[in-house]
């Protein structure tokens, strides 16, 4: 029985069809935006790079009696390889004719590492988390369809990803490159800059690097992130309903709705 007649659910890819789907949607966002620099052109329509395999690849999923279907996605990528890794294999084994990049240099667990030239400023960070045998995460690739980036889903997606990083997966410090007009939005979340956007090159392009602690989430927006990370504890999964946006676990009253 579906839930409603049109919900939203942000949540792990769960087969290699969907994570197909991702991986389509995220290469066309990036193509057709001022980013299509960061991803490799080719005809197959779809991209792996050597951060996938560290990666949660999580959709924005609206679903209904029609199916789900994939209108969001980003990733959460780790140090280490994570517990998707090997849907990652079996869907780049579809795909021969495109290249499989090497794993991350050990020097550059995270994205951000690689195609930033200007950190080696946050060395210092990153000896004080390595000490506290912290784990790291960086938020990436944030994509949407183009009929619904206008519609609103994209703060959902944000905050989900959010709730998802520090109480699904417990990791102890998040990390965001953005373009630097975009990180006053991250600020409002409790996210700090630590390397200036305006002075960092990010493979040709500026971005900001940004840093949030778990537990340090700004305290107008903690309760909304907490009640979305108790659903994403309890089902993995975060809903978003036309009708109730404060409510992101499915209900026995949603249900019969």
Same mark, same amino acid.
């Given at each position: 029985?579906?839930?409603?007649?049109?919900?939203?659910?942000?949540?792990?890819?769960?087969?290699?069809?969907?994570?197909?789907?991702?991986?389509?949607?995220?290469?066309?966002?990036? &193509?057709?935006?001022?980013?299509?620099?960061?991803?490799?052109?080719?005809?197959?329509?779809?991209?792996?790079?050597?951060?996938?395999?560290?990666?949660?690849?999580?959709?924005?999923?609206?679903?209904?009696?029609?199916?789900?279907?994939? &209108?969001?996605?980003?990733?959460?990528?780790?140090?280490? %390889?994570?517990?998707?890794?090997?849907?990652?294999?079996?869907?780049?084994?579809?795909?021969?004719?495109?290249? /499989?990049?090497? %794993?991350?240099?050990?020097?550059?667990?995270? %994205?951000?590492?690689?195609?930033?030239?200007?950190?080696?400023? &946050?060395? +210092?960070?990153?000896?004080?988390?390595?000490?506290?045998?912290?784990?790291?995460?960086?938020?990436?690739?944030?994509?949407?369809?183009?009929? /619904?980036?206008?519609? +609103?889903?994209? !703060?959902?997606?944000?905050?989900?990803?959010?709730?998802?990083?520090?109480?699904?997966?417990?990791?102890?410090?998040?990390?965001?490159?953005?373009?630097? !007009?975009?990180? %006053?939005?991250?600020?409002?979340?409790?996210?700090?800059?630590?390397?200036?956007?305006?002075?960092?090159?990010?493979?040709?392009?500026?971005?900001?690097?940004?840093?949030?602690?778990?537990?340090?989430?700004?305290?107008?927006?903690?309760?909304? &992130?907490?009640?979305?990370?108790?659903?994403?504890?309890?089902? +993995?999964? /975060?809903?978003?309903?036309?009708?109730?946006?404060?409510?992101?676990?499915?209900?026995?009253?949603?249900?019969?709705?």
């Amino acid at each position: 029985m579906s839930i409603q007649a049109t919900h939203f659910v942000f949540r792990e890819a769960k087969n290699i069809r969907e994570l197909e789907a991702l991986f389509r949607l995220r290469y066309q966002g990036y &193509i057709n935006s001022g980013c299509a620099s960061l991803v490799h052109q080719n005809g197959q329509g779809l991209e792996f790079d050597a951060y996938d395999w560290n990666s949660f690849h999580l959709g924005l999923f609206q679903q209904g009696n029609f199916g789900s279907h994939p &209108i969001g996605y980003a990733r959460l990528v780790q140090t280490t %390889p994570s517990a998707m890794a090997g849907m990652v294999s079996q869907l780049a084994t579809r795909f021969k004719d495109l290249e /499989i990049p090497a %794993p991350p240099s050990p020097d550059a667990p995270l %994205p951000f590492m690689a195609n930033c030239p200007n950190v080696g400023g &946050i060395n +210092g960070l990153f000896e004080t988390l390595k000490r506290k045998d912290a784990r790291l995460v960086e938020g990436s690739r944030f994509v949407f369809s183009p009929d /619904i980036r206008s519609a +609103g889903y994209a !703060r959902f997606a944000f905050e989900a990803a959010t709730a998802k990083a520090f109480f699904r997966y417990d990791f102890d410090f998040a990390f965001l490159a953005v373009h630097p !007009r975009h990180a %006053p939005f991250y600020g409002q979340y409790g996210f700090k800059e630590v390397v200036n956007g305006e002075e960092n090159d990010y493979l040709g392009l500026k971005a900001s690097v940004l840093a949030l602690e778990n537990g340090k989430i700004d305290a107008r927006r903690a309760a909304r &992130i907490e009640s979305m990370g108790k659903a994403a504890s309890q089902s +993995g999964a /975060i809903y978003l309903f036309p009708d109730n946006k404060q409510v992101f676990s499915p209900t026995l009253a949603a249900m019969a709705a």
